[in-house]
């Protein structure tokens, strides 16, 4: 077998597992009815997902050194299978905040390990090919489950559609391509001598981490809430595009992303994601599914390509020898973003209706990107020439 297809097979199996993690957004709201449940409790299960992530970014960050690379994904490709099968036989509000933590896990253990496996199956002087491969094959997948479920729902309305078979039958494809690839870990010399990662946090790693988590926050309104809202307004079988358009179109901006400093691409893609909310807000109250469709569009420009592209670059930059602990840091905020903010949003929207939970978290928006314009300049960047850049992305 050659390397072209190694690479392929792998990218093929982290599509998977990302695909698992937002295929079941469609179905929110017809889960919540099926237990009589409110908004709030969707938000809630919603946010189950952070409680695997977090754990394993923090603590098993050196699991693949100790067991391997094929084995670390296949775990968390088995843990994908797992929680989708779960959602197709007992499809409940409460069983989805199970899965959304066994996805966690398992999109952790991933995160933890797709890209280092990746180099090493292409060769360690193809850096910038294998996080392409890596970054690629991730943001199609987790805007790509919830579009395969709108689909399926547009044919044919059920709590167990097409798309859930589809995805088991994926997965387990994924597996016998896995089983084919080599273990690159027993290779490595100078293994680290515990998998604890503890996070770093300096100025720097704190400004862009609050910028991917307001990011982040939107993003999670999409997901969780959004879907809630149609689906009153009699627009449910559109909230899956939204989901894939909130996410996987920020791929298309990341080749501009690059090419700008980080902080002007992070600064550049919060000042787009304000109208992009505002969009987003008004679309939805008034159930403008065009506008609802904008707004996604601009807000996966903002989020996942130049605030996500130009925060991670920002903070390795600034991390000097402490880059994968500064990484952590970033990712521990993005992933509080993705959960505080949209419980409370979920509670507002149950309490006092969807305008004022709308209102509510567009102020807590601009007033974050306020202070963070304000505290801009306060930042010193440490730069690398030319040739580093191009190792780092």
């Known amino acids: 077998m050659t390397t072209k297809k190694y690479n392929k097979y792998l990218a093929f199996a982290l599509c998977v597992i990302t695909t698992s993690v937002n295929i079941q957004g469609p179905l929110y709201a017809v889960y919540a009815h099926n237990d009589g449940y409110g908004v709030l409790a969707t938000t809630i299960a919603f946010s189950f997902y952070v409680l695997g992530v977090i754990p394993v970014l923090l603590a ?84 790509l489950g919830p579009a395969l479920t709108t689909v399926s729902l547009m044919f044919y309305e059920t709590d167990q559609p097409a798309s859930f078979f589809l995805l088991l039958a994926s997965g387990i494809f994924a597996m016998f391509l896995l089983y084919q690839l080599p273990e690159t870990a027993p290779k490595r010399t100078n293994l680290p001598t515990s998998m604890l990662r503890l996070p770093y946090f300096n100025r720097e790693v704190i400004w862009y981490g609050s910028g991917i988590l307001i990011c982040w926050a939107t993003t999670g309104l999409v997901l969780s809430i959004i879907p809630s809202v149609l689906a009153s307004q009699g627009l449910a079988k559109y909230a899956g595009i939204s989901s894939m358009l909130a996410i996987s179109c920020g791929l298309i901006v990341q080749p501009i992303a690059r090419k700008l400093d980080p902080q002007v691409s992070s600064k550049l893609g ?35 390509g130049f605030v996500y592209l130009g925060g991670m670059l920002g903070v390795v930059r600034s991390a000097g020898n402490e880059q994968a602990r500064a990484s952590a840091g970033y990712f521990l905020m993005a992933y509080i973003g993705l959960s505080v903010p949209v419980i409370f949003t979920g509670l507002i929207v149950d309490r006092y209706g969807a305008a004022t939970a709308f209102y509510s978290f567009g102020v807590f928006s601009l007033v974050g990107v306020i202070v963070l314009f304000a505290s801009q300049p306060m930042l010193k960047v440490k730069r690398h020439s030319n040739l580093e850049m191009r190792k780092i992305i």
């Open 60 to 143: 098993f960050g050196g699991l693949s050194d100790r067991i391997g690379r094929r084995k670390t994904i296949l775990i968390a490709l088995a843990l994908s299978i797992t929680a989708t099968a779960l959602m197709l036989f007992y499809p409940y509000t409460r069983a989805l905040a199970v899965a959304r933590f066994i996805l966690g896990v398992g999109t952790a253990l991933m995160a933890a390990t797709a890209t280092a496996y990746m180099i090493e199956l292409l060769g360690s002087s193809d850096t910038m090919r294998a996080t392409a491969w890596v970054t690629a094959s991730t943001t199609i997948g987790f805007g």
């Open 270 to 304: 919060l000042l787009i994601l304000l109208p992009a909310y505002t969009l987003l807000a008004w679309g939805t109250l008034s159930a403008n599914l065009p506008v609802i469709l904008l707004a996604a569009f601009l807000a996966s420009s903002s989020c996942y």
